[in-house]
Each structure stands twice: as C-alpha cells, then as structure tokens.
C-alpha cells in the first residue's frame, strides 16, 4: 500500500514498511483505549458543536484516527 502523499525520499519498501508499523500500532489495545476515550470526550460535547461539523486531522499517519472516527459518527 503506498500514499502519494508521503515524501518520496525514501524508497517504496521503507514507506510501505512505515505504514505497516503504523497499522499495527493502531492496534495496540492502549492506542485503541486512547482513541475511544478521545470519541467519548468528543461524543459528550456533540451538543455544544455547529452542524455540518468540520474536521481536520493534521499529522494522522495512515489516517486511522479519521477512518475510526467516521465509523463512530456514522
């Protein structure tokens, strides 16, 4: 798996194995703890939010922060 995105001064097989160490630290029970406590935090505030709400994510990796937090929301 690749993303463009990503700066393209390290060759593909670095890349790809920074984004598989990424997927599975995602994984890590604590990691996942921190990101369901941080929905929480966000789900107890839902009212005090504008809708459409936007969001931005600076710095997410592969993006598992957002992909989680759409499933959440959904």
């Known amino acids: ?3 463009n ?3 393209n001064s390290q060759d593909q097989q670095t890349i ?3 984004i598989t160490r990424l997927e599975k630290r995602a994984q890590i029970p604590t990691f996942k703890k921190l990101r369901e406590d941080y929905f929480n935090v966000l789900a107890s505030m839902k009212g005090q939010f504008a809708f459409p709400v ?15 937090f759409k499933r959440y929301i959904s």
């Open 54 to 68: 936007r969001v931005l994510e600076i710095g997410c990796g592969t993006a598992i922060i957002l992909r989680e």
């Open 1 to 3: 798996m690749a993303f």
């Open 5 to 7: 995105a990503l700066n």
């Open 16 to 18: 790809d194995r920074i």
